[in-house]
């Protein structure tokens, strides 16, 4: 079993920054790929980024010029930075990773970014 936390949500205004993060436990060895996803109310769960073993970087298109994902593999901790925050960005932010055939899921964080 894998288990993943996330932390660092909250409430910002615009034009603010937060920093995620997503500590991975349980039966995983070593680096693994992280990703993380959003979803905003009524909406489907989308791409944000994701980082390969080798912390080589991946964004959605809209996303990459504000956010930066990152990881500390001696902690088993991946990390999003989020800047110039918009209120669209509002949703809760989960991290994935696959381990043995499947996907593991936080159970997220909510971001909320006011006008």
């Known amino acids: 079993q894998v288990q993943l936390v996330e932390s660092g949500g909250g409430l910002v205004p615009a034009g603010g920054s937060l920093r995620l993060s997503c500590v991975a436990s349980?039966?995983?060895?070593?680096?693994?790929?992280m990703a993380w996803y959003r979803q905003a109310p009524g909406k489907q769960r989308e791409f944000v980024a994701r980082?390969?073993?080798?912390?080589?970087?991946n964004y959605a298109y809209s996303l990459k010029d504000r956010f930066t994902i990152s990881r500390d593999g001696a902690k088993n901790t991946v990390y999003l930075q989020m800047d110039n925050l918009k209120p669209e960005d509002t949703a809760v932010y989960y991290c994935?990773?696959?381990?043995?055939?499947?996907?593991?899921w936080g159970p997220g964080t909510q971001v909320t970014v006011s006008a």
């Open positions: 994935k990773t696959p381990w043995a055939g499947r996907d593991y």
């Open positions: 349980g039966s995983i060895v070593g680096l693994n790929p």
């Open positions: 980082i390969t073993v080798g912390s080589d970087p």
